[in-house]
């Protein structure tokens, strides 16, 4: 029994039921999803009080965020932001 199974070529045109190879290329970062937020930025991009986010954060429901350097500032990338708000829905914040 071979064990080696060799992956099934994409074709090379497009219509609904196949696609091509370009379509399946990862998604390109932008330096907008690394850019590093405030706890402030991002209370006032969800429009939710400093006490809220806190809350999340010590109940871990809110988006992750570290804290710089050990003792440093607590920092939350963009792209970590945007997808809690896509895994929390509609108007969970």
Known sequence: MNRHVRPRKLAATTDRHTRTRADHRPHRRSARDD???TVEQVCDELQVS???FDRWRARRTGPRCV???GNGPVRIKRC???EWIDE???GAA
Do not use: V
Request: hydrophobic share 35%.
């Open 50 to 52: 400093r006490r809220t």
């Open 80 to 82: 970590w932001l945007e």
């Open 88 to 90: 929390s829905g509609p």
């Open 35 to 37: 850019e590093w937020l």
């Open 67 to 69: 804290r710089l350097g």
